[in-house]
């Protein structure tokens, strides 16, 4: 929810209840959940060949009553996984609700639930921060139905980074960015970006952190329904919290430069949540895709690679409720990649809400990534 759900129809909104926002369920872009799921066994367009090789399996449920429940955390999504300087992840998660499903009591976001043992093959969260009432990681009074969104989280050396969209769900203010270098135990401010930078197309960033010195910071606008460019930046991995400091990708004068006004890498498109990261000497980029609505993936040498040309490979599909199976699942969104990946054995965090009781982070292994 926090997020965002995929927008759409079929049904409308879930029914408020003391202390909520109301929020459009999970679906594909201007579809039933009916009519998506049939398009994946009637031929729905994949983005390349590569697609087709691509299985997944879910490993567990990450959060829900049984996982996070005695944290007053059984109702929350996203789960940005980040593995913090000691050793632990973090799952940074959005709207977060205690009681009997979303829109319950003590309504909270971003909030941080911790995997002190973390393994791919184990990871159980068994921790979080505030101990036994998961605290809001920042102040959000959510006055007048304002929200704190994470749209990424990452390490650099001993410090960890947070950046936020503040405002009303895909109606953002504000964006702004946060330090901890107590692994994610407190926060403090650093500073913002207004919500109409580049058209809106400054909101949701997320951040790869290469080994040249930079971390290079892919964005879109906060809003599934509006079509958006995927612009670049780079910024010295010791300025991250200046907005001087960041470095547009564009094209002019027939060349493509650092400096030039930011031109979209890709194709425009509505996008969901986007997850950038550098590894195994290459760099991923995951993304929620809005129509066909999939969990996607591309995977290229530099951060600059042409990316209208990279395969662009399926790796969840939708489906209905009670007709899940390998990479198949009902209402999915988020897509953030695990810590301790590879390309061989890639997992990620995918976020799922059709009803006031199924809305949760899950974790994915995907099978098959074209590195």
């Known amino acids: 929810m926090a997020g965002g759900e995929p927008s759409g129809t079929s049904g409308g909104e879930p029914a408020r209840t003391a202390g909520g926002p ?12 009916a009519t998506a799921a049939a398009g994946l066994t009637a031929g729905a367009p994949r983005a390349s060949a590569a697609a087709t090789a691509i299985t997944g399996t879910k490993v567990r449920n990450l959060t829900g009553p049984a996982e996070t429940g005695q944290f007053a955390a059984p109702w929350t999504d996203l789960g940005i996984p980040v593995r913090c300087p000691d050793g632990t992840m973090l799952f940074v ?32 969260i068994d921790d979080s921060v505030g101990g036994s009432q998961a605290v809001g990681l920042v102040p959000e009074g959510h006055e007048n139905n304002t929200t704190a969104i994470p749209s990424d989280v990452f390490t650099v050396g001993n410090t960890m980074y947070m950046h936020l969209m503040r405002g009303v769900l895909y109606q953002t203010h504000h964006s702004d960015f946060w330090r901890s270098t107590d692994n994610g135990q407190t926060w403090q401010y650093l500073c913002q970006w207004p919500g109409d930078q580049y058209g809106g197309q400054f909101q949701q960033k997320t951040y790869a952190v290469a080994d040249d010195g930079y971390a290079y910071v892919l964005s879109s606008v ?5 079509p958006s460019d995927l612009l670049l930046h780079r910024v010295p991995q ?35 949540e986007i997850c950038f990261r550098a590894m195994g000497g290459k760099y991923a980029l995951t993304w929620l895709n809005m129509e066909p609505l999939d969990i996607r993936a591309q995977v290229f040498p530099l951060p600059t690679s042409n990316l209208f040309a990279t395969p662009e490979q399926t790796l969840i599909v939708p489906t209905t409720p009670g007709n899940e199976s390998g990479n198949a699942v009902a209402n999915p969104y988020g897509g953030f990649i695990v810590p301790g990946s590879t390309f061989g054995n890639f997992h990620i965090a995918v976020s799922q809400w059709y009803d006031n009781q199924n809305y949760r982070v899950m974790q994915y292994r995907i099978n098959g990534l074209a590195a």
Do not use: E, K, M, S
């Not at 109301?22 to 959940?33: D, Y």
């Open 222 to 226: 906060f809003n599934r329904d509006v």
């Open 22 to 33: 109301g929020r459009r369920l999970v679906l594909a872009a201007g579809l039933g959940l």
């Open 238 to 272: 010791d300025r991250l919290g200046d907005p001087a400091a960041y470095q547009p990708w564009g094209y002019a004068n027939g060349a493509w430069a650092w400096g030039n006004y930011p031109t979209t890498i890709t194709a425009r498109r509505r996008f969901g």
């Open 93 to 124: 998660c959005g709207d977060t609700f205690d009681g009997d499903g979303v829109g319950g009591p003590n309504w909270r976001a971003p909030v941080g639930l911790r995997a002190r043992h973390p393994d791919l093959n184990a990871l159980v």
